[in-house]
């Protein structure tokens, strides 16, 4: 119990912290923030009203718990650029990243699942090491270069699938779906290796167990004992990897998103930070960081139920 | 532990050049040739790399202009000039650009895990060597850097700080101390333990003589092959920046920039975006292949399978 609580204190602390730093962000921006918000045609009665509205006269730490408080009740500001609620803006557009994530992590998982399962089966032979190879490189390959390679292939010169442009799911399931395609196979088509090289390794050791040569004795089929009897203990260290990426994954879908058009929270985050409208910019890193730390913990905790001996290891090893 | 010598070091590093291979030696020469390249890259006779030729927009490779080009040391060039690798979108020489693109490419790529390593690797022996809560503290704080995504946070500080090197290079720099630090701490903790540091406590070395003179010899080489691994990362990310804008301002050319520019005109002149994405690739996989070479030469873990 201990060991949960000492977690969830801990998981407190880095989202303080985190949230600190974004409201550090804004407030402690070159120039003022209230002539910025104002334009240049503001008197000096709308700038006065401004820093009455947000506080700005007063002391920063007062400022940052009200900030805090207001956050905590779900009210992070109004985009002063467009005059919409930033969580509003967020709640909207964060769908369309949440499904860019969801099925990049599935076709990253149905990459890496087999061609691990043949690596470690034949570990060493020349598959192994050609797909080791191929992972090797792709690793070199960045995700916008990735995504200009699909566009090239499949949109412009087979035209098979849309380039750009998003369909919201209302319209039908097949043309979202399709919109969805390349995008995540930017992502998925990076991301699978490191999956493949945590699985392939922890599957050797696995395969080199007593329990395995067992079932090989009785006869069981090669491919039986791989999928049933192996793919199942080695899989845990997957687990935490495909939480502890997720946050390489976020960074691709920003990319992602501008460069497919996707109308998610990588592309609200970088618009408003060419358009300057702070709130929005505060906004999106602060749900954005307490999403990834949330989930980082959660995978943490999760791998803890799995797998009791981490709750006894000493914390830092 | 007959093996626990200092000196250990410099045999197996002797051991270990004859077998770095052609995996090793191929990267290395195309680093080289970058280094050269970046050094001597207002020397060649190229147009200017800000010049646009608008009679050549998006020219494909090995494109002759009949006029005279302004050269970038000065006076005119061409008449007939070559456009060996084509022009960009606004009619600029795609060679001057990715040559001169080398520059920004290396420098942040060079000089943010250099700076990293220099603050983190510090932070880390000293961590790994004192314990205690000085250590705690350390981890505590690089666990808190690295719990916010990194581009994120690099575009969070790109957007307090504004474009520009200057600001990217530490911005860089912050992201991958925690690494570095994690890296120093654990090999420090496993030199700490070796019986040739408790000889030199017993000749009544002090522990900053023990720190500098024999586990800072020992912990360098992992460092610095660690910094070889995030050396492709930080070319990655610099060019994620200025994909999107906000890395190094124009008209000073980045690959990345240089890629997002050729997006726009992919179907017509597909090597506006695909050659300086190629040569992305090829530096970014070079680094790789030298950093892991190294690392698996250095790698802690590995020792005892080698040995």
């Known amino acids: ?317 | 532990m007959a093996e626990a010598l200092a000196g250990t070091v410099e045999i197996r590093r002797h051991r270990n050049a004859a077998k770095l291979g052609f995996s090793f030696w191929l990267p290395a020469a195309w680093i080289c040739l970058l280094l050269l390249l970046a050094c001597s890259a207002d020397l060649w006779t190229l147009p200017a790399y800000d010049h646009m030729n608008f009679s050549h927009p998006a020219a494909p490779p090995v494109t002759r202009s009949e006029q005279w080009l302004p050269s970038q040391n000065g006076g005119l060039i061409g008449s007939p000039y070559t456009y060996w690798l084509g022009t960009d979108t606004l009619g600029r020489d795609i060679a001057a650009r990715l040559i001169h693109g080398v520059r920004v490419s290396l420098l942040v790529g060079l000089l943010a895990p250099a700076i990293a390593c220099i603050i983190g690797g510090t932070i880390g022996i000293l961590a790994g060597f004192y314990r205690g809560r000085f250590e705690s503290l350390v981890v505590a704080a690089m666990d808190t850097i690295l719990a916010f995504p990194g581009l994120v946070l690099l575009l969070a500080i790109g957007f307090y700080l504004g474009p520009g090197l200057q600001n990217l290079i530490p911005a860089l720099a912050i992201l991958i101390v925690p690494a570095f630090c994690r890296v120093a701490r654990a090999n420090t903790l496993t030199w700490a333990e070796r019986d040739f540091i408790l000889a030199a406590r017993a000749i009544g070395a002090g522990n900053r003589r023990i720190i500098c003179c024999h586990i800072l010899p020992n912990v360098v080489w992992p460092l610095a092959a660690y910094g070889l691994l995030l050396v492709g990362v930080m070319i990655v990310a610099e060019g994620a920046l200025s994909f999107l804008g906000l890395g190094v301002p124009a008209p000073t050319p980045s690959w990345g920039g240089m890629i997002a520019a050729g997006k726009e005109v992919l179907d017509e002149a597909p090597h506006v975006a695909l050659l300086p994405a190629a040569v992305m690739f090829i530096t970014v996989l070079s680094f790789n292949l030298l950093g892991d070479r190294l690392r698996e030469l250095t790698d802690i873990r590995n020792r005892s399978n080698t040995e």
């Open chain 1, 1 to 317: 119990m201990a060991f949960y609580l000492r977690k969830l204190l801990r998981l407190a602390a880095v989202v303080f912290t985190a949230s600190a730093l974004t409201f550090l962000l804004v407030a402690l921006l070159p120039g003022d923030v209230a002539y910025e918000i104002g334009g240049p045609d503001a008197t000096a009665e709308q700038i006065a009203a401004i820093r009455a509205e947000m506080g700005l006269d007063r002391n920063i730490a007062l400022r940052f718990g009200r900030w805090l408080a207001r956050a905590v009740a779900g009210d992070l500001g109004t985009s002063h650029r467009s005059g919409e609620p930033v969580l509003q803006a967020i709640v909207s557009r964060l769908p369309v990243t949440v499904e860019l994530l969801l099925f990049s992590q599935l076709i990253a998982l149905g990459l890496a699942i087999p061609a691990a399962i043949i690596s470690a089966h034949k570990a060493g032979s020349a598959i192994d090491r050609s797909v080791a190879s191929a992972g090797f490189a792709t690793l070199s390959i960045p995700s916008y270069v990735m995504a200009l390679l699909l566009i090239f292939a499949f949109a412009l010169r087979l035209q098979l699938l849309p380039a750009t442009g998003y369909t919201p799911l209302s319209e039908g399931i097949c043309p979202n779906l399709k919109g969805f395609i390349l995008p995540s196979l930017s992502i998925a088509l990076i991301e699978w290796v490191p999956l493949m090289r945590v699985l392939r390794s922890d599957m050797i050791g696995t395969l080199q167990e007593d329990y395995i040569l067992m079932a090989r004795a009785k006869g069981l089929p090669t491919w039986k004992i791989l999928l049933t009897d192996a793919l199942k203990p080695s899989s845990l260290t997957l687990v935490t990897v495909l939480g502890l990426q997720i946050g390489h994954w976020i960074g691709a879908a920003v990319i992602i998103e501008m460069i497919y058009a996707l109308p998610g929270i990588g592309r609200l985050l970088v618009d408003a930070i060419f358009s300057r409208d702070f709130l929005m910019v505060q906004g999106c890193v602060l749900v954005i960081t307490v999403a990834y730390v949330v989930i980082n913990s959660a995978v943490d905790l999760l791998y803890a139920v799995l797998d009791p001996r981490i709750r006894l290891e000493p914390k830092n090893g």
